[in-house]
């Protein structure tokens, strides 16, 4: 089951100046910054209230994310949702016909299992669906 909007990710060029232009505009700085190398990206989160924007910068030329932005530019790459039982959830989607990129989950960033379900499945927007990890 969905409990929440967990976060929105922001595909960007320039981790920095995407953090300066992000901090000015919420008013508070960045509370964590992370890599996800086997996605071959780096991240920086911002709290904003129960939800998360996560800013997303591709750190290898074939990366998903650069591949995102040589498509389509600077923007919403994402958004999350928060499970309880994110196999649970997978067997669930599967069977109301969503297409599930990963099947299995994965070590995704701020400490969570994900997994994506292809645009095509969901009017054209990424769904990423994190389950917090033990």
Do not use: W
Request: proline share 2%; charged share 30%; glycine share 6%.
């Amino acid at each position: 089951m969905i409990k929440k909007i967990e976060h929105i990710g922001i595909a960007v060029k320039n981790m920095d100046e995407s953090n300066a232009l992000f901090e000015s505009l919420f008013g508070k700085a960045h509370y964590k910054t992370e890599a996800v190398e086997s996605e071959g990206v780096k991240t920086s989160f911002f709290k904003m209230g129960k939800t998360k924007i996560e800013l997303l910068e591709a750190t290898s030329s074939d990366s998903p994310i650069a591949k995102f932005i040589e498509k389509k530019g600077e923007g919403i790459h994402h958004i999350a949702f928060d499970v309880k039982d994110i196999k649970a959830e997978v067997k669930r989607l599967e069977k109301e016909g969503f297409h599930i990129l990963n099947t299995t989950p994965k070590q995704g960033a701020d400490n969570k299992l994900v997994v994506f379900l292809h645009p095509k499945s969901t009017n054209g927007v990424l769904i990423e669906l994190c389950q917090e990890i033990d």
